[in-house]
T-cell receptor
Framework: KQEVTQIPAALSVPEGENLVLNCSFT??????LQWFRQDPGKGLTSLLL?????REQTSGRLNASLDKSSGRSTLYIAASQPGDSATYLC??????????FGGGTRLMVKP | DTAVSQTPKYLVTQMGNDKSIKCEQN?????MYWYKQDSKKFLKIMFS???????INETVPNRFSPKSPDKAHLNLHINSLELGDSAVYFC?????????????FGQGTRLTVV
């Protein structure tokens, strides 16, 4: 059974700082790993999807990496902004139809 | 134009009632899902539905039943609601279910059972 863990659970940084969010998973037989953003009281917004054959994906100031052998993924946010404040969730897709989510990292970027 | 939409956004109801949450996607996807986010914010899969094949998470009580009138809709029916059913329910969809395609989520339905 897949288990996904995210560290840290909460993070507070000053504006402009580069930061890394960590995600680990126990079963490396994944189809893909997906990073989401969730704002309070809102739905999930897909940020990046890394297929199992890929090592990383980039979108603007976001870069996600995947190391299947070690069961790890990281989300790198460059030059953080207050608008980046949200909860970031990673999810592993094993069965091809179902995502297993981590508990999330609650990020606060202070002006 | 909303890709995955759920109604209602908020639902408050009494214990023992039966309720439904509707979900529609206009992305042309053939796989839809229901997820539950509990008070601790953990998101867990409840069901996936692909071309009339239903995959159920074994931990979901049989009071919960998904119904798909067509490929674009997957509704969630809940019978005999209990206090513990209070949560946010998210609908999602993806193309090529089973091949690890990107999932898109609705805005969620906050269910409160009193």
């Amino acid at each position: 059974k897949q288990e996904v863990t995210q560290i840290p659970a909460a993070l507070s940084v000053p504006e402009g700082e580069n930061l890394v969010l960590n995600c680990s998973f126990t079963d490396s037989a994944i189809y893909n790993l997906q990073w989401f953003r969730q704002d309070p009281g809102k739905g999930l917004t897909s940020l990046l999807l890394i297929q199992s054959s890929q090592r990383e994906q980039t979108s603007g100031r976001l870069n996600a990496s995947l190391d299947k052998s070690s069961g790890r993924s990281t989300l790198y946010i460059a030059a953080s902004q207050p608008g980046d404040s949200a909860t970031y969730l990673c999810a592993a897709d094993n069965a091809g139809n179902m995502l297993t989510f981590g508990g999330g990292t609650r990020l606060m970027v202070k002006p | 134009d909303t890709a995955v939409s759920q109604t209602p956004k908020y639902l408050v109801t009494q214990m023992g009632n039966d309720k439904s949450i509707k979900c529609e996607q206009n992305l042309g996807h053939d796989t839809m899902y229901w997820y539950k986010q509990d008070s601790k914010k953990f998101l867990k899969i409840m069901f996936s539905y692909n071309n009339k094949e239903l995959i159920i998470n074994e931990t979901v009580p049989n009071r919960f039943s998904p119904k798909s009138p067509d490929k674009a809709h997957l509704n969630l029916h809940i019978n005999s609601l209990e206090l513990g059913d209070s949560a946010v329910y998210f609908c999602a969809s993806s193309s090529e279910g089973g091949n690890g395609a990107e999932a898109f989520f609705g805005q969620g339905t906050r269910l409160t059972v009193v």
